[in-house]
């Protein structure tokens, strides 16, 4: 008797809690992956800021030009594989054009056009469950720093060494405070699970 009633009493407790546990695990996995998330594009944002103004100071936006093409998808890289999330930055209108965005990543774009920045004056954020995968986004607003080479009056030599490393760029004519593109980061369930394992706060 024991050996029927036992197998059919943790069969239907199973299936009781099987739905609602997984809906906490899915729950608890996006707040990792935001957590997360939130840590690289912090590092991404504020790494990028101070090669880009020191090279600008140093050598000014021509020079610094090889700075960003080099240091840009180089930290991208890094920062993926120590995360085990893939981490890239992407805009509607590319420089680089490894950097085109996907279906996802254009709609919540254009969906920022208008305001990246939100009423606390922090830059827009978009999560998601998508593809079987956690997603992330953040905003990129146009800062007056960015002008040099991605504004409107572009230095000639500027727009040269520009287009001698992206001749099809598309990221010019751009004012302060418009939307520059995003920060956006995938997250595959196994990759999450064992950044979790790994302990440690995505750092
Ligand atoms: C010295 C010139 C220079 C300055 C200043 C500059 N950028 Fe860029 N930007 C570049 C280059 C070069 C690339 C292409 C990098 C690559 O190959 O990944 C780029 C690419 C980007 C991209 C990736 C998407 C794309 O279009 O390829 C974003 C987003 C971006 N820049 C935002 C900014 C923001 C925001 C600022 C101001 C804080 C800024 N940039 C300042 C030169 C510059």
């Given amino acids: 008797m ?35 998330s939130e ?5 991404f944002q504020k790494e990028l800021l101070s090669a880009l103004t020191a090279a ?19 930290l991208a890289a890094q920062l993926s594989e120590e995360s ?10 590319t420089r680089n054009p490894a950097a085109k965005a996907d279906a996802a990543e254009q709609r919540v774009m254009a969906s920022w056009a208008a305001a990246p920045i939100d009423d606390e004056g922090r830059p827009k954020r978009w999560t998601a469950r998508e593809g079987g995968e956690y997603r992330y986004m953040r905003a990129i607003p146009t ?6 080479c991605h ?14 490393h992206y001749p099809e760029d598309q990221a010019t004519g751009f004012a302060p405070g418009q939307l ?15 950044a979790i394992r790994n302990g440690g706060g995505g750092q």
């Avoid at 085990?84 to 209108?93: D, E, F, I, N, P």
């Fill in 2 to 36: 024991r050996r029927v009633v036992l197998p059919l009493l943790s069969g239907l407790a199973l299936s009781a809690c099987a739905p609602h546990e997984l809906g906490d695990d899915r729950a608890r996995m996006a707040e990792e992956a935001q957590a997360r």
């Fill in 151 to 164: 504004g409107e009056n572009i230095a000639p030599e500027v727009t040269a060494a520009i287009r001698a």
């Fill in 180 to 194: 520059r593109g995003a920060f956006s980061i995938r997250w595959e369930d196994a990759a999450l699970a064992r």
């Fill in 84 to 93: 085990g999330a893939s981490v890239r930055r992407t805009a509607l209108k």
């Fill in 39 to 43: 840590i690289l594009a912090d590092r």
């Fill in 143 to 148: 800062m007056p720093m960015c002008l040099a």
């Fill in 56 to 74: 600008m100071a140093a050598e000014g936006p021509q020079g610094a030009i090889g700075v960003c093409s080099s240091i840009a998808p180089a």
